[in-house]
């Protein structure tokens, strides 16, 4: 398989991922892609202490060298982005397309982080005091608490990976355990470029796997002062008072129940192939996807004969064959939840 071929160079190799409690199963075929093993109390209590203490060399660095550790792992996502997005297909049933355009999510948030590592500026205030004058300065917070969904297994974490490392802050990742091996892929990259950083400190990233008690775990713990979580509406109502009862702080990316509108005055051409694309892109899973639309009367008819004959066209199947636009949902849950969805929408 060339995507464990390529990843070799940094000690990433399916093969080797053959013992655990999690499995990661392919949506495509169902065949194991390999297992891992739930991290218990006591390594997630290790490896929080273990990233507080390379928090605290971490803040130490210069924040335009820790943008260029930033800067070396985007150039090494480069390298691998073809590896990372056919993992991406295998391990979630995205088709390549959409594979190959999260990995260069990656990409472009470590270029931005990069220059945003040279602009952490503060205000300089004027002071009624004589001789005096007030500097507002941002210090990094501590360990950060990464909390990702199946969905986007690698763009989200990148997102707060990348802004947390140049701020100086140390990283906690706990992805989905649909996904575990998108994880370790690309976390196997970060590390590898970490190791030949001299200023990098061990354990700056750490990938912590398992279920919902490792990201209650993290979300109870004082020594994590931000959790910053992606995934569902229940587990977020759950992370955000568990964090706001230590006093912390959460950042909350959830679920969507999105609508889209079609006026009187909508280029047809464009709304059909907007809420096609809105409602059809990752499978339907995406927290943006397109779940209701309001269209006016006067349009209604002919906006809805386009979507059936758009939605008869889509070609749909093996996410890894050129031209196939909508592959597999992720598992067999999600399929259930979609088949008691479209039950309600007949209902309705």
């Known amino acids: 398989m060339s995507t464990m ?28 892609l390999g297992r891992v093993a739930s991290s218990d109390r006591t390594q997630v209590d290790l490896a929080i202490g273990r990233s507080a203490e390379a928090f605290r060399a971490w803040r130490r660095v210069p924040a335009p060298r820790r943008g260029e550790l930033v800067r070396l792992f985007g150039e090494a996502v480069r390298r691998h982005k073809p590896a990372l997005a056919e993992l991406i297909t295998l391990e979630v049933g995205k088709i390549s397309s959409e594979a190959a355009g ?18 952490l500026y503060g205000l300089t205030i004027a002071s009624e005091r004589p001789g005096h004058h007030m500097q507002e300065r941002w210090h990094p917070l501590g360990p950060v608490a990464i909390i990702t ?27 989905s355990e ?13 590390d590898d470029v970490a190791r030949q950083f001299p200023e990098a400190p061990a354990h ?8 919902r008690e490792v990201g209650e775990w993290l979300a109870t713990d004082e020594r994590i002062p931000l959790v910053s979580a992606t995934g569902s509406t229940r587990m977020g109502r759950d992370v955000a008072v568990r964090v706001a009862g230590r006093f912390g702080r959460s950042l909350l990316e959830l679920g969507g129940n999105n609508a889209m509108i079609v006026a009187p005055t909508a280029n047809e051409d464009l709304a059909v192939r907007a809420i096609t694309f809105a409602a059809a892109g990752t499978a339907g899973q995406r927290c943006t996807t397109a779940r209701r639309l309001y269209v006016h009367a006067s349009r209604y008819d002919a906006v809805v004969s386009r979507l059936k004959r758009a939605y008869a066209s889509l070609p749909v199947g093996d996410p890894r064959v050129a031209g196939t636009l909508v592959g597999p949902l992720v598992d067999e849950s999600a399929f259930s939840a979609m088949q008691s969805a479209l039950l309600v929408a007949r209902a309705a």
Do not use: Y
């Open 204 to 211: 700056l990233s750490t990938v912590l796997m398992g279920g």
């Open 102 to 119: 999260e990995v260069q999510e990656v990409i472009d948030i470590c270029d931005f982080a990069v220059g945003l590592s040279r602009q």
């Open 178 to 190: 649909k996904t575990p091996m998108t994880a370790l892929a690309l976390a196997a990259l970060l």
């Open 149 to 175: 969904a199946f969905n986007f297994p690698m763009a989200v974490w990148s997102w707060n990976a990348a802004l947390a490392l140049i701020c100086g802050n140390s990283i906690l990742w706990k992805p």
């Open 5 to 32: 071929t390529s990843l070799e160079s940094v000690g990433f190799q399916l093969s080797r991922l053959t013992e655990g409690d999690i499995t990661s199963i392919s949506p495509i075929d169902g065949h194991i």
